[in-house]
Nanobody, 130 residues
Framework: QVQLVESGGRLVQPGGSLRLSCAAS????????MGWFRQAPGKEREFVTS????????????YYADSVKGRFTVSRDNAKNTVYLQMNNLKPEDTAVYFC???????????????????WGQGTQVTVSS
């Protein structure tokens, strides 16, 4: 059973930046797509971004929700078993608990649905407020 541990969430002012990290245990990290979701109070969990496994023709391809496109960037460091979420130009509506997730099976390309993911972290709080 893989374990995912997110870090980096904190209070930040509108227009600011944050980088979230998600460290994964276990092996074959590079063969799994990874994703970030978020959940604001009173709302359903929503997809933020995913990054494909590090192989094939879609190596490390990324897909973003429209609400974060152009502001957020996902990346991965397979040597460190870590996926990152760089968040720039943060807005109050980005306030949420951010969750990291690993795809349910190997070799998926940019999964976007919660059901595509089989392992989840505990979440890290991001608050955007002045």
């Amino acid at each position: 059973q893989v374990q995912l541990v997110e870090s980096g969430g904190r209070l930040v002012q509108p227009g600011g930046s944050l980088r979230l990290s998600c460290a994964a245990s276990g092996s074959a990290f590079n063969l799994y797509s990874m994703g970030w979701f978020r959940q604001a109070p009173g709302k359903e969990r929503e997809f933020v971004t995913s990054i494909s496994w590090s192989g094939g023709t879609s190596r490390d391809a990324a897909y973003y929700a429209d609400s974060v496109k152009g502001r957020f960037t996902v990346s991965r460091d397979n040597a460190k078993n870590t996926v990152y979420l760089q968040m720039n130009n943060l807005k109050p509506e980005d306030t949420a608990v951010y969750f990291c997730a690993r795809a349910r099976t190997k070799y998926l390309i940019v999964p976007t649905e919660p059901a595509d993911f089989g392992s989840w972290g505990q979440g890290t709080q991001v608050t955007v407020s002045s």
